[in-house]
T-cell receptor
Framework: QKEVEQDPGPLSVPEGAIVSLNCTYSNSAFQYFMWYRQYSRKGPELLMYTYSSGNKEDGRFTAQVDKSSKYISLFIRDSQPSDSATYLCAMKRGNEKLTFGTGTRLTIIP | EAGVTQFPSHSVIEKGQTVTLRCDPISGHDNLYWYRRVMGKEIKFLLHFVKESKQDESGMPNNRFLAERTGGTYSTLKVQPAELEDSGVYFC????????????FGPGTRLTVL
């Protein structure tokens, strides 16, 4: 069983819709939770970074962490074609390695 | 501030040959990580340097892979001899010496072994 599970998609939604991306994990030791965005042929770029449980909002993006359920989410409001990318969840304990989900390929249809 | 750079961007080699990948982290970042993404799979950790020391190399697949970080600056990852299953995208990331600091990723090196 993988430590982090993420639906690979692909996911296609119309422009302006709310997008919901999710990951579940099995290792309760994870403390830091991240969402990365990766465009084709580029490296992952950090979008959201959350420590422990709770919500964090940054512009059109909201990250939620529920440690009791071992479940994290990323919401994108008013989605734009430029949001089309692969979204990767990742998590870690302290200053250690990142453990990634497989990534969800998202397409926003104009 | 320059980001993490990796060289080459793409390498195509024959099975049995040797390839060396290079990563230049962000200046001042003591932590350097190597990750790999094999087609269809998630990005997986290979190893972690703190300055010039290997902090964690639990993700290195076998002894055909050798990583070095001379003087705590740039790092190289050598694959010798390369096998077909080594094909994938190799990412380097760096972070400052802090528990909570984010890891900044380079653009990756796409390795194809024929």
């Amino acid at each position: 069983q993988k430590e982090v599970e993420q639906d690979p998609g692909p996911l296609s939604v119309p422009e302006g819709a709310i997008v919901s991306l999710n990951c579940t994990y099995s290792n309760s030791a994870f403390q830091y939770f991240m969402w990365y965005r990766q465009y084709s042929r580029k490296g992952p770029e950090l979008l959201m970074y959350t420590y422990s449980s709770g919500n964090k909002e940054d512009g059109r993006f909201t990250a939620q962490v529920d440690k009791s359920s071992k479940y994290i989410s990323l919401f994108i409001r008013d989605s734009q074609p430029s949001d089309s990318a692969t979204y990767l969840c990742a998590m870690k304990r302290g200053n250690e390695k990142l453990t990634f989900g497989t990534g969800t390929r998202l397409t926003i249809i104009p | 501030e320059a980001g993490v750079t990796q060289f080459p961007s793409h390498s195509v080699i024959e099975k049995g040959q040797t390839v060396t990948l290079r990563c230049d982290p962000i200046s001042g970042h003591d932590n350097l990580y190597w990750y790999r993404r094999v087609m269809g799979k998630e990005i997986k950790f290979l190893l972690h340097f703190v300055k010039e020391s290997k902090q964690d190399e639990s993700g290195m697949p076998n002894n055909r892979f050798l990583a070095e970080r001379t003087g705590g600056t740039y790092s190289t990852l050598k694959v010798q001899p390369a096998e077909l299953e080594d094909s994938g995208v190799y990412f380097c990331a760096s972070s400052r010496d802090s528990l909570s600091d984010e890891q900044f990723f380079g653009p990756g090196t796409r390795l194809t072994v024929l």
